[in-house]
């Protein structure tokens, strides 16, 4: 979702700046060193460089379903909150371990976490409502007002507090923008997924209908046809398949073929892309066309798309919860190659139970139902999964 890849990018961004910041500020903690007791700069610089890690880590984790994903801003929650307490914490405990002593090295005053104190409020903006980040930014950069008008000029004076009021000015304008970019987010989130529950229902809808007029083409044109040439005595062969005919058509098993609708190219790309984004943007997707494709029958198309569906969503459900899933798939001339691929945990084929229909029925069965359909599944324990779905033009 737009929403959950914004506070992932926000949280990784302030993490690396976090650690490269605490990597380089060499000189600043060397200077300051000389103003404070011994403990405070290996304990700073070891206590926001965990704490950045494990941010880094946070935003890394996650999952597909809803239950991992109010898991995954939870976790993103507590070590933004972490970073910005240490910071803070690590700022308060500069008083009690200053000397005293007054930097004279002219320029800005050798304190090495004035360069990565407001960063946690980049992140912050994206979990919590806006003023949260404004709140923690205006406490920190004042803390690091007092700490720098200490070491430079000896507590006299306003020079720090000017400098980090204006430097307060510029970052609120920039978390006010984020706060309002992501409102639209979750707006743009909100309206996806009532376009998607829409066109579910739309699509089932419309299935139940078809099937009701097929079931109804039937009783009409067969069943009844059936009824009314029964006379006594025993039915003659051609009577009896004809009662056959029409009771397999009932079942679904034979049915006059309909006149065969067809799918643009570009049509059939979009409609396997939707199947296979259907479970969330955390499936990588990848459906072309060669230049010479040609438009292909509406039911292949249908077909290959609920197989697709089917095989992501197994994906999803059981590969694991910090496993990949791509889909790559290509139309040409002579067909549809489509493959769903997964790095999880993979299992046993020989293992399934027959009748299970997530295999049997969503995904062989489809495709072997289909005339110049085939279907394959490769896979293993600890090995992950590969679906390979096709139709050859005959």
Request: glycine share 10%; net charge negative; with cysteine.
């Amino acid at each position: 979702m737009n929403e959950s890849r914004m506070r992932r990018a926000a949280s990784l961004t302030v993490a690396v700046c976090t650690i490269v910041v605490s990597c380089v500020s060499v000189i600043p903690m060397r200077k300051g060193a000389q103003l404070t007791a011994s403990w405070w700069t290996p304990v700073s610089v070891a206590a926001v460089v965990v704490a950045a890690v494990l941010l880094f880590a946070g935003a890394l984790w996650g999952g597909t379903s809803s239950g991992r994903a109010a898991q995954r801003i939870g976790v993103l929650r507590a070590t933004i909150v972490l970073l910005a307490a240490v910071d803070v914490v690590m700022l308060i405990l500069w008083f009690p371990a200053w000397s005293g002593a007054v930097s004279d090295v002219g320029g800005s005053p050798p304190i090495w976490m004035a360069n990565n104190v407001a960063l946690p409020a980049l992140a912050l903006a994206t979990v919590f409502p806006v003023w949260w980040s404004l709140a923690y930014a205006l406490g920190g950069l004042a803390l690091l007002a007092a700490v720098q008008q200490r070491i430079g000029f000896g507590g006299q004076g306003w020079d720090a507090y000017l400098n980090q009021a204006m430097t307060f000015g510029m970052l609120a304008v920039f978390l006010t923008m984020l706060g309002t970019a992501m409102h639209m987010a979750r707006n743009v989130d909100r309206s996806r997924g009532a376009v998607l529950a829409e066109t579910v229902e739309t699509a089932t809808a419309a299935a139940r209908g078809a099937e009701r007029r097929r079931v109804d083409a039937v009783v009409r044109d067969r069943v009844i046809g059936v009824l009314r040439d029964i006379t006594p005595g025993r039915p003659d062969d051609r009577r009896r398949a004809e009662a056959q005919i029409a009771m397999d058509e009932l079942d679904g098993i034979v049915a006059d073929a309909p006149a065969r609708h067809r799918t643009s190219v570009a049509d059939a790309v979009v409609r396997l892309r939707e199947s296979a984004i259907a479970f969330g943007d955390d499936v990588l997707v990848a459906v072309d066309a060669a230049d010479d494709a040609v438009d292909l029958p509406d039911d292949v198309v249908d077909i290959l798309g609920d197989a697709l569906n089917e095989a992501v969503g197994n994906a999803v459900a059981h590969a694991g919860p910090n496993a990949s899933t791509a889909v790559v798939g290509h139309i040409a001339a002579e067909g549809i190659r489509v493959r769903i691929v997964d790095d999880g945990c993979g299992f046993d084929l020989a293992a399934i139970a027959p009748d299970r229909s997530g295999i049997a029925v969503g995904i062989t069965g489809r495709l072997a139902g289909l005339s110049g359909g085939r279907s394959d599944i490769r896979t293993s324990p600890s090995d992950g999964t590969m679906v390979s779905l096709e139709w050859v033009r005959s």
